[in-house]
């Protein structure tokens, strides 16, 4: 059984920093793309960034400049780093976890707060 345990977010002021962790808990073969998405009341999760296992990354493009994402494959631990932030980045970040052994797999966390006071 794998379990992503997230932590990190929090309430922050407008043009502030925050980092969040993820770390894969139990024994994970075959994990390839790590990821951070984010879902507000009323709308469809979004992803944020994600990162393979060989460092490709990949951003939305509001968060492009502002955000980056860095993994630690030895670890399978997934970083997600916010700076400048912007109220309309106040959401529930969830982590992803996604590979293939015999069979695709998506595990998902169980998202944490991030609030983005103006």
């Known amino acids: 059984q794998v379990t992503l345990v997230e932590s990190g977010g929090g309430l922050v002021q407008a043009g502030g920093s925050l980092r969040l962790s993820c770390a894969a808990s139990?024994?994970?073969?075959?994990?390839?793309?790590m990821g951070w998405y984010r879902q507000v009341p009323g709308k469809q999760r979004e992803l944020v960034a994600s990162?393979?296992?060989?460092?490709?990354?990949n951003y939305a493009d509001s968060v492009k400049g502002r955000l980056a994402i860095s993994r630690d494959n030895a670890k399978n631990t997934v970083f997600l780093q916010m700076n400048s932030l912007k109220p309309e980045d106040t959401a529930v970040y969830y982590c992803?976890?996604?590979?293939?052994?015999?069979?695709?797999?998506?595990?998902w966390g169980q998202g944490t707060q991030v609030t983005v006071s103006s």
């Open positions: 992803n976890a996604r590979g293939y052994w015999f069979k695709g797999y998506d595990y």
């Open positions: 139990g024994v994970i073969f075959g994990l390839n793309t």
């Open positions: 990162i393979t296992r060989d460092g490709t990354t």
